[in-house]
């Protein structure tokens, strides 16, 4: 069983910047990949970004340029670095281990952007 506790989450003004952390623990053997998914109400959910076990990344085409991801191994646990924040960033974000066999969820935080 892996915990994921997300952190970071909150009320910014559009262009302004926020960061997001998710620890993970318990029982993890081997990371695949870590990462976030988010959901913006009454819409699909959608991934945002991941960094796999080698380093690379993935971004949504919306976030890139704005949003960097990255993770401290050592502590299981990854970031998301989010700038220039627009309206249509507001949601739920999801942190998420992957280890090949399961993946595991954190219960979200809010990110909401507003004037």
């Known amino acids: 069983q892996v915990q994921l506790v997300e952190s970071g989450g909150g009320l910014v003004q559009p262009g302004g910047s926020l960061r997001l952390s998710c620890a993970a623990s318990?029982?993890?053997?081997?990371?695949?990949?870590m990462g976030w998914y988010r959901q913006a109400s009454k819409k699909q959910r959608e991934l945002v970004a991941t960094?796999?076990?080698?380093?690379?990344?993935n971004y949504e085409d919306s976030v890139k340029g704005r949003f960097t991801i990255s993770r401290d191994n050592a502590k299981n646990t990854v970031y998301l670095q989010m700038n220039s924040l627009k309206l249509e960033d507001t949601a739920v974000y999801y942190c998420?281990?992957?280890?090949?066999?399961?993946?595991?969820w954190g219960r979200g935080t809010q990110v909401t952007v507003s004037s």
């Open positions: 960094i796999h076990s080698g380093g690379s990344t």
């Open positions: 318990g029982n993890i053997f081997n990371i695949r990949a």
């Open positions: 998420y281990v992957d280890e090949g066999l399961r993946r595991s």
